[in-house]
């Protein structure tokens, strides 16, 4: 088989459980994480109160492999 059709990092998946495996880390923004974005500053200032979670953005690790675009850089 030659070797662009075998992938570098097994595929990752989710299932109706909802978890994402490989799991990695999670990102949750608050509603006081948000402070200056809307217009109507009276109803954020409510909305505050509680600081719900407005969203969250689940992520899984992938390795970086010799050919690959970096995703970092460093100087």
């Given at each position: 088989?030659?070797s ?14 909802a978890r ?6 999670v ?16 109803a954020?200032?409510?909305a ?14 992938v ?13």
């Open positions: 088989m030659s662009f059709v075998t992938p570098l990092v097994p595929p990752m998946r989710i299932a109706f459980d994402m495996e490989p799991s990695g880390p990102l949750t923004r608050r509603m006081s994480n948000l402070r200056g974005l809307f217009a109507d500053t009276a954020w200032e409510q505050v109160a509680d600081d719900p979670a407005v969203y969250e953005v689940a992520s899984s690790p390795p970086e492999a010799e050919g690959e675009l970096p995703r970092h850089a460093e100087y």
